[in-house]
């Protein structure tokens, strides 16, 4: 069976890599340490199909090291046993370049495994993850690693992979190839940085075009439309991917801009995530909108309500509707804020006796001092108030929340100066 064309075109020098500019060319680090011969342990993190294994498998040519390979999600303790042992073989002589793809599969006692043997030199360790290394890493490994991060690779470098893709299937083929460079960009921007993503569209590409009446065979965007019919955005339930979409909604809609919020929601949406994306409106609703405009948060319940009953295609519409509310509703976050200070005290300090006033005093003890709660009932005053202590003696002059600038709370504010006579 003839291998896929991502495996048959992977480069074999760093030279021929796409993308990674930051890292590899001329004066740049992966260069420098593949040029020297002598390769630290490194930690390749970054989106799939950038170019992490490739990188790893020339960095082990030119280091004359033996390579091996194991992929974390089915390797375990005593494969590394086993790699570890070929140290004292006449194939280790010159020392063992271990690539452990997906990393962050490994439970800790898994990754401290390999710490005796790094250590020692013996073996050189070039791990590799989708997801930031610096939660799924154990320390003690990163410590002893140098972290390089992969990523998504722009389109313009990807049509230059997918070129010389096209050179190299026209071998196997006895008529002529070409390929509209519209095609070719289309692929390459549906790939999502992902440049085996963009060679295998490639290749479905080249099968589903019909050669003409010579023989020829010419894929254009018809073609290419064809092979890409949906695009391979980065999602990844419960991996980093996930938590930069919720992040940047988030901050988006913090930020007020409905359209980049519109748009990150519907990352979401077509991912399918219906759950997060309502989880997480409904918090923005209450962290970052609060008291600048209460409603909020109970339209974007229903919102909330109405997707979750409704179930996609259709919870985009009522998410969609609280997302550009959201995005375009003034904001505060002095409540929550207030909230967040009183715990810090909690947890910091003692704040205190709640005054006797507020508790729940029904009867007076033997050996009670004061007698009597001496509660001030508001509702029996002017206005309903009347100045009374409420915060613990320790903590009694605290001042925990600070009304927000919007026109809601600085109407509170000023009704509240003038009942209270503090304007």
Same mark, same amino acid.
């Given at each position: 069976?003839?291998?896929?064309?991502?495996?048959?075109?992977? @480069?074999?020098?760093?030279?021929?890599?796409?993308?990674?500019?930051?890292?590899?060319?001329?004066?740049?680090?992966?260069?420098?340490?593949?040029?020297? =011969?002598?390769?630290?342990?490194?930690?390749?993190?970054?989106?799939?199909?950038?170019?992490?294994?490739?990188?790893?498998?020339?960095?082990?040519?030119?280091?004359?090291?033996?390579?091996?390979?194991?992929?974390?999600?089915?390797?375990?303790?005593?494969?590394?046993?086993?790699?570890?042992?070929?140290?004292?073989?006449?194939?280790?002589?010159?020392?063992?370049?271990?690539?452990?793809?997906?990393?962050?599969?490994f439970n800790k006692k898994q990754q401290q495994s390999l710490l005796e043997y790094t250590e020692n030199g013996k073996i050189t360790l070039i791990a590799s993850t989708t997801e930031n290394p610096y939660f799924y890493v154990y320390n003690a490994v990163l410590s002893r690693s140098v972290v390089f991060e992969f990523k998504s690779v722009a389109a313009k470098d990807i049509v230059a992979a997918l070129n010389r893709g096209l050179e190299l299937v026209k071998a196997d083929f006895s008529g002529a190839i070409t390929a509209d460079s519209d095609a070719l960009m289309h692929i390459a921007e549906k790939a999502?940085?992902?440049?085996?993503?963009?060679?295998?569209?490639?290749?479905?590409?080249?099968?589903?075009?019909? @050669?003409?009446?010579?023989?020829?065979?010419?894929?254009?965007?018809?073609?290419?439309?064809?092979?890409?019919?949906?695009?391979?955005?980065?999602?990844?339930?419960?991996?980093?991917?996930? %938590?930069?979409?919720?992040?940047?909604?988030?901050?988006?809609?913090?930020?007020?801009?409905?359209?980049?919020?519109?748009?990150?929601?519907?990352?979401?949406?077509?991912?399918?995530?219906?759950?997060?994306?309502?989880?997480?409106?409904?918090?923005?609703?209450?962290?970052?909108?609060?008291?600048?405009?209460?409603?909020?948060?109970?339209?974007?319940?229903?919102?909330?309500?109405?997707?979750?009953?409704?179930?996609?295609?259709?919870?985009?519409?009522?998410?969609?509707?609280?997302?550009?509310?959201?995005?375009?509703?003034?904001?505060?976050?002095?409540?929550?804020?207030?909230?967040?200070?009183?715990?810090?005290?909690?947890?910091?300090?003692?704040?205190?006796?709640?005054?006797?006033?507020?508790?729940?005093?029904?009867?007076? =003890?033997?050996?009670?001092?004061?007698? =009597?709660?001496?509660?001030?009932?508001?509702?029996?005053?002017?206005?309903?108030?009347?100045?009374?202590?409420?915060?613990?003696?320790?903590?009694?002059?605290?001042?925990?929340?600070?009304?927000?600038?919007?026109?809601?709370?600085?109407?509170?504010?000023? %009704?509240?100066?003038?009942?209270?006579?503090?304007?």
């Amino acid at each position: 069976m003839s291998k896929p064309l991502a495996d048959r075109l992977r @480069p074999k020098t760093l030279a021929d890599v796409v993308g990674q500019s930051h890292i590899i060319g001329k004066g740049r680090v992966l260069t420098e340490i593949a040029e020297s =011969g002598k390769v630290p342990n490194m930690i390749f993190y970054g989106p799939s199909g950038t170019g992490k294994t490739t990188v790893a498998n020339i960095l082990a040519k030119v280091s004359g090291k033996a390579l091996f390979k194991l992929n974390a999600t089915t390797a375990s303790v005593s494969d590394i046993r086993d790699v570890c042992a070929q140290t004292e073989t006449f194939d280790g002589q010159n020392g063992i370049l271990l690539y452990l793809d997906e990393i962050q599969n490994f439970n800790k006692k898994q990754q401290q495994s390999l710490l005796e043997y790094t250590e020692n030199g013996k073996i050189t360790l070039i791990a590799s993850t989708t997801e930031n290394p610096y939660f799924y890493v154990y320390n003690a490994v990163l410590s002893r690693s140098v972290v390089f991060e992969f990523k998504s690779v722009a389109a313009k470098d990807i049509v230059a992979a997918l070129n010389r893709g096209l050179e190299l299937v026209k071998a196997d083929f006895s008529g002529a190839i070409t390929a509209d460079s519209d095609a070719l960009m289309h692929i390459a921007e549906k790939a999502c940085g992902d440049v085996r993503k963009a060679l295998n569209s490639l290749e479905l590409a080249v099968i589903y075009a019909k @050669p003409d009446n010579e023989g020829n065979l010419k894929i254009d965007m018809a073609a290419a439309e064809q092979c890409t019919q949906k695009k391979a955005f980065r999602y990844d339930k419960a991996g980093d991917s996930q %938590y930069d979409v919720m992040s940047a909604l988030q901050k988006s809609i913090r930020g007020s801009d409905p359209d980049a919020a519109v748009h990150y929601l519907a990352r979401l949406i077509a991912a399918e995530d219906l759950q997060t994306a309502c989880r997480r409106l409904m918090v923005i609703a209450a962290e970052d909108i609060g008291l600048a405009y209460p409603m909020a948060i109970p339209i974007v319940k229903a919102c909330v309500d109405s997707a979750l009953m409704l179930g996609l295609p259709e919870a985009r519409i009522p998410l969609g509707d609280a997302a550009v509310l959201l995005a375009t509703a003034p904001k505060s976050n002095s409540a929550h804020i207030a909230l967040d200070m009183a715990l810090s005290d909690l947890e910091k300090m003692d704040t205190g006796e709640i005054p006797r006033q507020l508790q729940n005093k029904h009867y007076d =003890g033997e050996g009670d001092v004061t007698k =009597g709660q001496h509660y001030l009932y508001p509702h029996d005053f002017p206005n309903s108030y009347v100045k009374q202590q409420y915060l613990p003696d320790k903590i009694k002059d605290k001042k925990y929340y600070k009304y927000g600038s919007n026109k809601n709370e600085q109407t509170a504010k000023e %009704y509240w100066d003038k009942i209270k006579g503090t304007k």
